[in-house]
């Protein structure tokens, strides 16, 4: 019961690390960001998103001193998916400012996502 329970424990405090945005939202959290902004578009109905969820949760908590990190569902906030041409999820857009530095659809690997996150964030 304690293991779980510290287990629990550890996942809320590194999911408070993501933030979740609507469509309202987006140019505030992420367009006018003072520091780049990786956005996780995802659906409650895909099961690639279960996997991509935790490594997501990883880097927030690894890069919080100079990675902002929101997740965005799909479904309900159509405009942004349209607008950022999402086609598949899950999927990872890295913002500076207005400018998209990284555009990835499909599970990536935490190798993977490390190294595009350390590549773009290294030379900030």
Same mark, same amino acid.
């Given at each position: 019961m304690c293991a779980n329970f510290d287990r629990h424990l550890m996942e809320t405090a590194m999911s408070k690390? #993501?933030? !979740? =945005? !609507?469509?309202? &939202?987006?140019? !505030? &959290?992420? @367009? *006018?960001? &003072?520091?780049?902004v990786l956005v996780y578009f995802w659906a409650s109905w895909c099961g690639p998103c279960q996997l991509m969820s935790p490594l997501i949760n990883s880097a927030a908590t690894k890069y919080s001193d100079r @990675? *902002?990190?929101? *997740?965005?569902? =799909?479904? /309900?906030? /159509? @405009?942004?998916? *349209?607008?950022?041409? #999402? &086609?598949?999820v899950p999927a990872l857009r890295l913002f500076q400012g207005q400018e998209v530095l990284i555009s990835t659809e499909g599970v990536i690997g935490k190798d993977k996502l490390l190294e595009l996150l350390d590549t773009h964030l290294n030379r900030n």
């Open positions: 690390a #993501v933030i !979740t =945005i !609507t469509d309202a &939202e987006f140019e !505030t &959290e992420v @367009l *006018k960001a &003072e520091q780049p @990675l *902002k990190v929101v *997740k965005m569902e =799909i479904d /309900p906030n /159509p @405009l942004t998916v *349209k607008q950022y041409q #999402v &086609e598949g």
